[in-house]
């Protein structure tokens, strides 16, 4: 009986009381509230459409974020107004890629700007996220630029963008920024339906081929999560990340892991966050990931001390 009395008061602070939950801390209310146990070494947890955090994990960490970025590209993308059924060329890239850029799209080919867009989204396509920067009204720079304006916009002041596909490291931003992005994002339909596509064959011209294209989010297959908006990313610098709105305890929640150790660690975490909110337990994580994000945490706090230090 205490057990669930316990329960039942921790989603009656988490969903009723403005709280904020950080890892290892007591919520405003003055109870001591526990968040889940992740392996991801930073996260939010949020009710979609509001910025404030209902769980942090050193939310306000400023890390590289891989993939995550073409959530923002998309969304730079469909704020340009350009046309979505404009047939785009998929050229040769203008600089070098900062990381491994293979694709299997031909170099001249065609495809139209909503299913460029798509396989960005979906399928984390680099080649299709370089294509829609490059095919910018404004050019490619301007593109980059329009990312960090609107991330200035947002009020996402640990983020900064230096390429719209997230293979480089420079790529940066922090947990709670990401959730701004995503409830900024979760407000267009397109980016919604784009990024939890399961499976898509994209059509392509000049010369005529298709390819088939899969999620690389194995939960947006899983009607009980009822995932709205998707998407993953990994550089061996930012491990594994995962954002993403979907059901639980009864509502729609922003979910933003970054830095996690395995390809299922991420989604590992968004189970305990659901079963949190659901019973307030906590969870357990693996001791390979536990020394992972002391490991990451150590090297952090270390990158910001040297900072710090050059900066006095």
């Known amino acids: ?17 403005p709280v904020v939950v950080h890892a290892g801390q007591a919520g405003s209310s003055g109870v001591d509230i526990q968040g ?44 340009s107004g350009a046309p979505l059924d404009e047939w785009l060329v998929f050229q040769k890239r203008h600089t070098p890629a900062a990381a491994n850029a293979y694709s299997r799209i031909r170099i001249g080919s065609k495809m139209r700007r909503a299913d460029v ?32 304006a609107k991330a200035q916009d947002l009020g996402m002041t640990g983020t900064r963008f230096v390429d719209p596909t997230g293979l480089s490291v420079e790529n940066r931003s922090t947990a709670g920024d990401l959730v701004r992005l995503v409830n900024a994002a979760s407000r267009h339909p397109e980016i919604r339906e784009y990024s939890t596509t399961g499976y898509f064959r994209g059509q392509f011209r000049n010369p005529g081929y298709s390819l088939s294209f899969g999620n690389t989010n194995s939960l947006v297959h899983r009607e009980s999560w009822g995932v709205g908006l998707s998407k993953t990313g990994y550089l061996s610098e930012a491990g594994r990340c995962l954002v993403m709105i979907s ?26 966050i659901k079963r949190w909110l659901d019973t307030g337990v906590k969870g357990q994580v693996a001791e390979a990931a536990r020394q992972y994000a002391q490991q990451k945490n150590a090297a952090y706090n270390s990158a910001a001390h040297s900072t710090r230090a050059a900066l006095d």
């Open 247 to 272: 059901h639980m305890n009864g509502r729609e929640v922003v979910t933003v892991l970054l830095d996690s150790l395995g390809t299922r660690s991420p989604m590992g975490d968004a189970g305990r």
């Open 117 to 148: 867009l798509r396989i960005a989204l979906m399928s984390s396509e680099n080649f299709a996220a370089y294509t829609l920067a490059r095919s910018h009204p404004g050019g490619f720079d301007e593109f980059v630029e329009a990312m960090n």
């Open 36 to 79: 889940p146990n992740l392996a991801s070494v930073n996260a939010a947890v949020a009710l979609a459409g509001s910025n404030d955090l209902l769980f942090g994990k050193n939310a306000d960490r400023s890390v590289p974020i891989a993939s995550i970025t073409k959530v923002m590209t998309a969304l730079v993308v469909l704020e």
């Open 1 to 17: 009986m205490y057990k669930k009395s316990m329960a039942g008061l921790v989603l009656w602070l988490v969903f009723i009381l």
